[in-house]
């Protein structure tokens, strides 16, 4: 059984910085493409950044977050995280993990976790 468990949402002041970590289990993770994705009340989810297993983990990002939040994975301890940097009340969303092994980026992956809420207050 595959599980995705994410960590390390919180309250934080807008500027301020927060890590997310994703324990996968149940899953090749070496070879498995793991996504951050997030979403408001009544709105769709959203890609927020992606790590792929091959090509050395090419990453991939949302306009809104480039150059403000990192993805990385530690394929030994089967995590990948979302370092973010610089938050903004407009990022305050449930974040969510995901992972496939053909999807990068996108909103049809695999499998998902419950989500961590992150609130950016103004």
């Known amino acids: 059984q595959v599980q995705l468990v994410e960590s390390g949402g919180g309250l934080v002041q807008a500027g301020g910085s927060l890590r997310l970590s994703c324990a996968a289990s149940g899953l090749t993770f070496n070879r498995s493409n793991m996504a951050w994705v997030r979403q408001t009340p009544g709105k769709e989810r959203d890609f927020v950044a992606a790590?792929?297993?091959?090509?050395?983990?090419?990453?991939y990002y949302a306009d809104s977050v480039k150059g403000r939040f990192t993805v990385s994975r530690d394929n030994a301890k089967n995590t990948v995280y979302l370092q973010m940097n610089s938050l903004k009340p407009e990022d305050t969303a449930v974040y969510y993990c995901?992972?496939?092994?053909?999807?990068?980026?996108?909103?049809?992956?695999?499998?998902w976790g419950q989500g961590t809420q992150v609130t950016v207050s103004s």
């Open positions: 995901a992972a496939s092994a053909r999807v990068i980026r996108g909103s049809r992956y695999d499998y």
């Open positions: 790590i792929s297993w091959s090509n050395g983990g090419s990453t």
